[in-house]
């Protein structure tokens, strides 16, 4: 593909990616995935447990057990034991302030805000955080601060905004079989992806009936045999569907 053609590069916070970008497609924006910014106010969440757990009894810290998971999930996905059992860490000022900063943080990425709507929102979320709790959440915010540019294109780009879930997910399809599986090489692994039968996304030339009636009579069936095709490379959506069923490893090809 043509470096003009790239117009968006999205990645995780690493400087030499970054370097590597602006060197070889100046003209591409760069937009750092969501999902390895949002994971800072997790981090920091859990930072903030850890500290208070070293004060708890050993029955308090029975009582909250497994509370790792109810605290990192969003509210809309707790059932009633677990709406429980974040009650009971709330009743920590400190945690409260935590989740509360957490949860503001990723509704922030959430709320489909352009640019300068979500620039506000995150002067208005780092000026609430009060002095006890920025220790905690120092990587997030020096992160905010590094990466600004690259990290808010995210907001430029809505209502399409751009991330790299999908890849995300089919990395980890592929670690778990490979795990699990015969403890495959990374030529094997890239072979079977590049390589599998039905794997490719192909495309040909559209042409009408009366098209392939005239080509089909000037050459002589050449439309069926010479006409070009368009290999546009493994489909994402086909492999993703063969690692799910477990077909992808299981073919012998």
């Known amino acids: 593909m043509p ?9 995780d916070m690493w400087q ?4 590597a970008v602006r060197s070889i497609l100046p ?28 004060s708890l009894t050993e029955r308090q810290r029975k009582t909250l057990m497994h509370d790792r998971f109810v605290l990192l999930k969003r509210p809309h996905s707790l059932d009633a034991h677990e709406r429980l059992v974040l009650e009971h860490w709330l009743k920590f000022p400190l945690m409260r302030q935590a ?3 957490k949860e503001r943080f990723y509704n922030l990425f959430d709320s489909g805000a352009d640019r300068q709507a979500a620039e506000l929102e995150h002067d208005r ?5 009060i002095p006890e709790i920025r220790q905690y959440f120092e990587p997030l915010t020096r992160a905010m601060k590094n990466w600004h ?5 995210y907001f430029d780009l809505q209502p399409n ?28 692994l890239r ?4 390589f599998s039968d039905g794997m490719r996304k192909i495309t040909y030339p559209k042409f009408n009936k009366r098209d392939h009636m005239i080509l089909d009579m000037i050459h002589d069936g050449w439309l069926a045999e010479d006409s070009q095709n368009w290999d546009h490379g493994v489909d994402i959506y086909t492999l993703m569907q063969k690692m799910e069923d477990g077909s992808f490893f299981s073919d012998p090809h």
């Open 3 to 11: 470096q003009n053609r790239i117009k968006i590069v999205c990645m």
């Open 16 to 19: 030499p990616y970054r370097d």
């Open 27 to 54: 003209g591409a924006k760069i937009v750092i995935d969501k999902f390895h910014v949002v994971r800072y106010a997790s981090d920091a969440l859990e930072a903030v447990r850890k500290e208070i757990r070293k």
């Open 99 to 101: 989740y509360d900063l």
């Open 125 to 129: 979320w780092l000026k609430g955080m």
């Open 149 to 153: 540019e690259e990290i808010f294109s």
């Open 161 to 188: 905004p751009v991330t790299n879930a999908y890849t995300e997910a089919l990395n980890n399809l592929i670690k778990l079989a490979n795990k699990n599986g015969r403890g495959y090489s990374f030529d094997v």
């Open 191 to 194: 072979a079977k992806v590049l």
